[in-house]
C-alpha cells in the first residue's frame, strides 16, 4: 500500500468524464393521502414497493433518500440541526463525517498533525451528536468552544431523533452523507470507534482519484458471504431474527446467491462490507447507490451489511450499461489510516483484551 508522503502538491482531479451522468432529485414532501387516516410523516417517507422497483434506475429521477417531510403545518420528521449549523455544512467542500448518538462511542480526535495545513483549510470536519452525547461530552471536559469546535471535530448538535433505534439514526450520516453536505464533492464517513490518521486528501487520492474510483468501501476482514453474516447476526442476536429472515428471503427471491470465491465473474470481491470507513465522490451513480443502500435499511434492519450487496447487484442488473466504479478494498487498508477503539458501551466487557493490534 503505497500512500503518497505530501498532501501539497496534489491536485484534486475534473469530473471524470467516465462517470454516468444523470440527474437526481429527492423527495421533499409527501401529502397525506385522503384514504389513510392513521398515515403519518415519516423522515423516510413511504415508498411503495414499485417506487423501490423504478427507484433502482440510474436515469433522471425523483426518489426518496431521507429527509423527507410532512404537509405543512405537521411536526418535523426529525433530524433538525441549528440554523447556522446547517449552513456550516452545506458549505463543504470536502468532508468528513462521523456521528456518536446515545453515548455509543468517546469522542476520537483525528491525529492534528497527521492532518496538513491544506486540509485544515479545505475540509470540514463534522461530528454529529444528540443532546445526551453532547452532555456527556461536556461533562467529561470536551465542551465545544464558542464556534463550536472540539479539537478538529465540529460538533453538531442533531435534534429530534427521527428513529428510537440510535443505530438506524447513525446511518443517516453514515450513508447519505450528500444529503447533508449539499454542495461537497467528496466526504469521508468515519465510525466513531475509529481515528483518523491519516490527511484526508491522501485518503481520496488513494482510495479515489488514482485509480478513478467514486466510491470505496472495505471488505469484512472475515465473512465474505451474507450466509455467514446473516447466520452471524442471528447467533449474537444483533436483530430480531423474524426481520432478519424476512429481508433475507426478500432478497433472495430476487436473485441474491451467495458468494462464490471462484467464480471469474463474479462482481465484488466479498458480499460483506466492513462498513466502518467509506470514501465516496458525490456523482450521480454513487448518491444513487447511497440513497438505495439508506432505503433498504429503512425497510428492512439498520444491519447494513445484511442489505449492501443485494442492493450492489440489483443496481447492476437494472443498469447494465452504466457503469459504477466501486473499489472495495482490504480492511487491512483501513487499519494503516484509522484506528480501532471499542465501542463506549462495550468496554467494561473488553475490559481485558486488546482492542486491536496493528
Ligand atoms: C420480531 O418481529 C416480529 C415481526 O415484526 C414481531 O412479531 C416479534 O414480536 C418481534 N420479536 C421480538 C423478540 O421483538
Ligand atoms: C463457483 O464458480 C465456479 C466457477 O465458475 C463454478 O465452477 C462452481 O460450480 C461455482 N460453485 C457454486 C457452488 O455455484
Redesign the pocket.
Known sequence: MKILNASALLVEPLESRKFSRFSLQYTETEDKPFDDANWEPRFSGHQSLEEREESFLARNQKINCGFVRGPEGTPSTGFDLAEDDAKYISSCHIAVASCIFGNSDRLRIPVGKMVSRISKKNVCFVMFVDEATLKTLTAEGKMPDSMGFVGLWKIVVVKNLPFSDMRRVGKIPKLLSHRLFTSARYSIWLDSKLRLQLDPLLILEYFLWRKGYEYAISNHYDRHCVWEEVAQNKKLNKYNHTVIDEQFAFYQADGLQ?F?A????KLLHSNVPEGSFIVRAHTPMSNLFSCLWFNEVDRFTPRDQLSFAYTYYKLKKMNPDKPFYLNMFKDCERRKIAKLFRHRSDEQRDILSQPETE
Open positions: 451467495r462464490n471462484s467464480d471469474p465473474n
